[in-house]
């Protein structure tokens, strides 16, 4: 069996209203992935108009690309760092004290090699209390980050992570607990 590409049917997802996702394409190319706009203010009523449920004191540097807010939720004092993808074709949760640093992707989507159509496949993430995505890390589908775990610098999560735990590497791995000192 080979791949056909020709065969890739997704009529099963629907992400929303055609008028919507349009509307949201500009904003997000004008208020979001510019770089030239620095200002949090704008950022959070634009995000709560599209549906995003939002908590306070969340701070979104420039350069984050967002591709659906409705499937948005982020809970109180969230950071999300420049070059930020937050890829959500279906809900992601970061929960209250979530840092998401620079170059970071969250990915709800991927494609079932195991089929000639190249189907997608799709998982939502949750991001609980106090967990760190750290710089260029990629968060898969269906992966839930336990409170305060860490994904260090360049790793790929493409499973559970456990809470009070540091992992690194491709795919990530426990290598020690996190401690948090007063």
């Not at 099963?12 to 992935?33: A, E, Q, S, T």
């Not at 030239?36 to 690309?65: D, E, H, Q």
């Not at 591709?67 to 209250?96: A, C, H, M, Q, S």
């Not at 079932?112 to 190249?118: A, E, I, M, N, T």
Request: hydrophobic share 40%; aromatic share 14%; charged share 20%.
């Amino acid at each position: 069996m080979q791949s056909d590409l020709s065969s890739f049917n997704n009529s099963w997802y629907y992400p929303g209203n055609k008028l919507r996702i349009i509307c949201w394409y500009f904003v997000n190319v004008l208020f979001f992935i510019n770089p030239l706009n620095p200002f949090y203010a704008i950022k959070r009523f634009l995000l709560r108009l599209f549906g995003c449920k939002l908590g306070k004191n969340v701070l979104i540097k420039p350069s984050v690309n967002i591709k659906y807010p409705w499937f948005l939720e982020i809970g109180n004092n969230v950071w999300i760092g420049e070059n930020v993808w937050i890829d959500n074709l279906v809900k992601v949760t970061l929960r209250d004290n979530v840092c998401i640093s620079q170059g970071a992707m969250l990915l709800c989507g991927n494609h079932d090699y195991k089929k000639s159509s190249f189907d997608y496949r799709l998982g939502e993430i949750y991001i609980e209390d106090g967990a760190w995505v750290g710089a260029k890390s990629v968060v898969c589908p269906g992966v839930r980050m336990a409170s305060h775990s860490i994904l260090s610098v360049g790793a790929i999560a493409n499973r559970d992570l456990e809470p009070y735990t540091i992992y690194q590497g491709n795919p990530a791995v426990k290598i020690r607990q996190r401690v948090i000192e007063k």
